[in-house]
């Protein structure tokens, strides 16, 4: 069981196993560092274990199965492997910036390469960009309630600075996203929460 302040009475090989993935696979992303640094923190305040995961490592090209996701028929290697994954994982935190007030399809496509494989799943939405990319979020939970995952109530959604925007100056979390550790921590409680109801 991990409770929601962290307190983690079993071994590390034992704790649920969280992905956190990434939205953006764009050249020149802020993705990996702030999915990076979000990972660290939901390790010392929940004791869960955190992966990050790349869709840039998942290749998964568009609408490349015959059949439709609810019958898990894959016939395609990736499709196959990918399913494994999110199978494989207790809960998600989706890491996404958000582009034209929506999601990036990227992240679109994984999620809509399967089906069942969410059903159930603890998820957290986590979103960026220069005004914090609530719209996207917005998008994201209806997916997910459509999915039937357990979205937890808290999405932080990160303010990036101007100049990191604009002027492509370097992002440091830990000093530029600051004042969004309180909510980061209470998402991962919830989380936390969900999976300990599920044990």
Partial sequence: MVHA???????????????LIMGSIRPGRNSLLIADWIATL????????????DLADWPL????????PHAGQYVQPHTRAW????VGADAVVFVTPQYNWGYPAPLKNAIDHLYQEWRGKP???ISYGGHGGTKCAEQLRQVG?????????????????????????ALDPAKDLAVHVDSIKQAFAELAIELAAAA
Avoid: Y
């Fill in 145 to 169: 309630a459509g999915l039937k995952m357990r979205m937890v109530a808290t999405a932080p959604a990160l303010t990036l600075p101007e100049e990191v925007i604009r002027q492509h100056v």
């Fill in 83 to 86: 399913s494994e994954k999110i």
């Fill in 123 to 125: 998820a957290a939405i």
């Fill in 42 to 53: 939901g390790r010392s305040c929940s004791g869960l274990a955190c992966e990050v995961l």
């Fill in 5 to 19: 302040n962290g307190d983690c009475p079993m071994d590390a090989a034992a704790r649920p196993n969280v992905l």
């Fill in 61 to 68: 090209p568009m609408d490349d199965e015959p059949g439709l």
